[in-house]
């Protein structure tokens, strides 16, 4: 069925860019982006995401608040977020994705560096000419609300690759939440989760292609019957 190998092929071409060209997404492309998104499912019908996307010269003063909050370590995020909670097989997938990551970006595996590098690139959006930023309105328990997000994020997150843009999905934006509301004057209610820098991804930088392992089904499902 033709369908479903398009379904297919836009799942497994969604792979999250880290280097993107200048050029601006049309309004036209990003309405038609932010139209497939709204179709994302949520508890009850709910909706309870609250998105603002900073293009031009807003992308770039949002880019030098959180870069200058950073310098100053001043981080600001509304969920805690720690590397050290992990541990077994999360541990694992964790470093072999940060490994392949770096290897891909020719960065020494020396881990000062390494985080420099990625909060400098992660707060320059990786080049890209856009960015969503994604809060939760102020309803019922936070884990409902932040599923019904994630849930908003990959349809949008998908609907870029199906228009043959690319993203990359940002929890280290969430560590500025402060200051993002600041600069785009959010609500302070609206908890930020994560942002989506996009864009044109880059063709041919490695940083883009390098592979990255799956866990196979028997991994994570167990079957009752
Ligand atoms: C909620 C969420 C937050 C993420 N935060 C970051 C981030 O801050 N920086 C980054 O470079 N990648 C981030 N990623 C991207 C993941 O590293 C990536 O999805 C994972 O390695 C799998 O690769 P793939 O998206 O290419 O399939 C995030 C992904 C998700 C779903």
Known sequence: MPETRLFHDVVRSRRSAR?????????????????????????????????HIASGATRDKLSQAMLAAAAEERFTPDFPFNYDDLYGVYRQRQQAQGA??????????????????????????????????????????????????????????????????????????SLFAGTAREVLGVDPALKMLFGISFGYREPGNPVNTFALDKAPISETVTFHR
């Open 19 to 51: 280097s993107f060209l200048p050029d601006p997404v049309s309004d036209a492309l990003l309405r038609a982006v932010l139209d497939d998104a709204r179709y994302a499912p949520s508890n009850s019908n709910v909706q309870p995401w609250v998105v």
């Open 100 to 173: 392949a990551y770096f290897q891909a970006a020719g960065i020494a595996r020396d881990a000062a560096e390494q985080r420099r590098f990625a909060i400098m690139r992660n707060l320059e959006f990786f080049g890209a000419p856009s960015v969503a930023l994604l809060f939760m309105a102020p309803v019922y328990e936070t884990v409902r609300v932040a599923g019904d997000v994630g849930m908003y994020g990959q349809t949008f997150l998908l609907s870029l690759a199906a228009h043959g843009l690319a993203g990359v999905p940002q929890t280290l934006l």
